[in-house]
């Protein structure tokens, strides 16, 4: 990661250690930085694909919700109640409009790292699976 986006997080980092301080959280055991992380991400997509939830479309990864029979468990919604792109805009790559990224291929002036599918970056749901 450059030099100029790790002094960003940094700066943002600190100003919720300060927020939380001010609103008496209490800090978490445990602050993991996904960057730290890259390595085991990818792993961890790697076994998904294996196993038949995910899959790779042109550098993209995404799961594959149908294949895992208890998604919406912890929502307590079951698929046909979701809909898809309520929350985000569905893409042609995808098999079903509700699977997510996993992985995204990069864009020019992103962050990026190396990985089977190319250079990309975690989806926002594994980033926050991380944190």
């Keep these: 990661m450059s030099v100029f986006l790790t002094v960003i997080a940094d700066r943002y980092i600190k100003e919720y250690f300060q927020d939380a301080e001010n609103f008496r959280i209490e800090p978490a055991d445990v602050e993991p930085r996904v960057t730290t992380h ?3 991400i990818i792993d961890f997509i790697q076994k998904l694909i294996e196993k038949g939830y995910a899959y790779e479309v042109e550098g993209d990864v ?3 919700v149908r294949k895992f029979k208890d998604y919406g468990k912890l929502s307590k919604r079951s698929i046909d109640e979701l809909i898809a792109g ?3 805009e569905p893409e042609e790559k995808k098999k079903d409009p509700l699977d997510f990224a996993l992985w995204k291929s990069s864009k020019a002036g992103e962050p990026a790292w190396d990985s089977p599918w190319g250079k990309g970056r975690p989806g926002w749901q594994l980033q926050s699976a991380v944190r």
């Design 38 to 40: 890259i390595p085991d």
């Design 62 to 64: 995404y799961f594959s």
């Design 86 to 88: 309520a929350r985000v």
